[in-house]
């Protein structure tokens, strides 16, 4: 297990800052024993818990061409068809993967292709799950064309929380399926758009691991 390089800098100094905050108190103020052993119980409790936030587990790498793998670690809170109106300009099955805060937040490519659009919206911080969140807070829009020549879109949608979006792929980019592709802090969803004949792999409330479970098939 490592730890992604988003968080590296903040618990460096989420750290020092606790730190010093116990130190402070241990030997400055006048606070009885068991305030003390309580702060910092809560402090190394406040500390793991970012720090598992930030984890970024190995997978092994999925190689199937047939497959749409599901871009994040989450919960499926929607599957319903969709006219897709940024780029695609078509209907599509919409499938809204949501992140809690216990996630892993690493965004791994569905599938391989060429990264054919990209752009960032800013936007409000509705909680993921809203039914506007998709096209009223901040995202971005990624289009990666498939081998086969079809095109699949992906947004990654800020949350209540989840204040910065991170990418790292740009328009004319080979992506691989399952590698990481960008990342989202603090609670957050990804929406994938498959054709409508793709048949679908999961099911409402099902929980996904990113690169690892299928959510969908491409039509043979």
């Known amino acids: 297990m490592t730890i992604h390089k988003e968080g590296r ?3 460096f100094w989420m750290l020092v800052v606790l ?3 116990n130190f402070a108190i241990n030997y400055l103020a006048p606070v009885e024993k ?3 052993n309580l702060i910092l119980i809560g402090s190394i409790v406040l500390y793991l818990i970012v720090l598992q936030f930030f984890r970024n587990p190995a997978i092994p790498v999925p190689n199937d061409h047939e497959l749409v793998y599901a871009p994040a670690d989450g919960k499926v809170v929607v ?3 969709t006219v897709e109106e940024e780029y695609l300009k078509e209907e599509r099955i919409q499938i809204s993967i949501f992140m809690s805060p216990i996630n892993v937040h690493v965004n791994r490519s569905p599938v391989s292709g060429i990264l054919k659009y990209f752009k960032y919206h800013p936007g ?3 909680v993921a799950w809203h039914p506007k969140s998709s096209l009223e807070n ?8 498939h081998p086969s020549g079809v095109q699949l879109m992906m947004r990654q949608i800020a949350g209540a929380m989840a204040r ?5 792929v740009k328009e004319g980019d080979p992506v691989t399926q399952g590698a990481e592709f960008g990342f989202i802090k603090f609670g957050s969803r990804v929406d994938v758009f498959v054709p409508l004949d793709a048949e679908i792999l999961v099911d409402i409330n099902q929980k996904t691991k990113g690169g690892i479970t299928p ?3 491409f039509k043979s």
């Open 9 to 11: 800098s903040l618990l």
């Open 19 to 21: 730190a010093v905050i």
């Open 34 to 36: 068991l305030v003390i």
């Open 79 to 81: 599957i319903e068809n």
């Open 124 to 126: 409000k911080y509705l």
């Open 138 to 145: 901040e995202r971005t829009s990624l289009v990666i064309e």
């Open 164 to 168: 910065r979006i991170k990418w790292y």
């Open 215 to 217: 959510i969908a098939k």
